[in-house]
């Protein structure tokens, strides 16, 4: 379900428009001031922000550079082309002028959600159990969180890219290369056990294979 955060220091929009997203079955918070939001961001991350600009204290524009990697739609009784440029310049996912139609809202909220998951898609890669963040370098093994080391990482996405194909050891020591500079030959194959081990651990299936004479391969059939 996602979550909605909306900040309007009126009263009524903010409860108007709360009462239509729950209808609509998102999860909703507000904030009726630019502190008051940073306060409740500072706390949990919304999927989507509506925001309106003129606020007591913290301003909607100067609250707009602050928020980072989460869509905005900016809800403004400011109709001037200018304004709106330049906010949608400065980081604003979209602009709605007040007054609105609810069901534009909707659509354009449904629109922004719609971009925001296919952004998050390219950044995870999926193999069965395993799953990769390559935007915050994390793992998770059946919703269980693994920590791995810096090598660990770079090894176990690399064979996520090319899942169920051989990958050569000379060939990882130079994709990774850039990653981990000091890994050798000799320490790939620590590296890779130690990778192994922890997979296993979690979902008592070998992940990685061994190819004699030539590398590692992920896979899902040992």
């Known amino acids: 379900m996602p979550n909605i955060l909306i900040i309007d220091d009126d009263p009524h929009i903010n409860a108007i428009v709360s009462k239509t997203l729950r209808a609509e079955g998102y999860s909703v918070s507000s904030a009726y001031s630019g ?8 706390e949990s991350r919304p999927d989507l922000i509506l925001l309106d600009l003129m606020l007591p204290g913290l301003s909607g524009e100067e609250l707009l550079p602050q928020i980072k990697e ?22 604003a996912a979209d602009y709605l002028t007040k007054p609105f139609a609810m069901k534009e809202l909707l659509a354009r909220i449904t629109v922004q959600l719609r971009k925001n998951s296919a952004d998050a898609d390219k950044n995870i890669l999926r193999y069965h159990e395993i799953t990769l963040h390559t935007d915050t370098h994390s793992a998770e093994v059946s919703g269980t969180d693994v920590r791995l080391t810096r090598t660990e990482y770079a090894i176990l996405k690399l064979l996520m890219q090319n899942p169920e194909q051989v990958a050569a050891k000379l060939t990882i020591l130079e994709r990774i290369s850039a990653d981990t500079p000091d890994c050798t030959e000799d320490s790939l194959k620590i590296h890779v ?13 070998d992940y990685i294979a061994a190819v004699w004479g030539i590398g590692f391969m992920l896979t899902a059939k040992s």
């Open 70 to 91: 989460i869509p905005v739609i900016v809800v403004s009784a400011k109709a001037d082309v200018t304004d709106k440029v330049g906010l949608l310049l400065g980081g």
């Open 35 to 42: 502190t008051e939001a940073m306060l409740l961001l500072s």
């Open 193 to 205: 056990h130690n990778l192994r081990k922890k997979l296993k651990a979690i979902s008592g299936r």
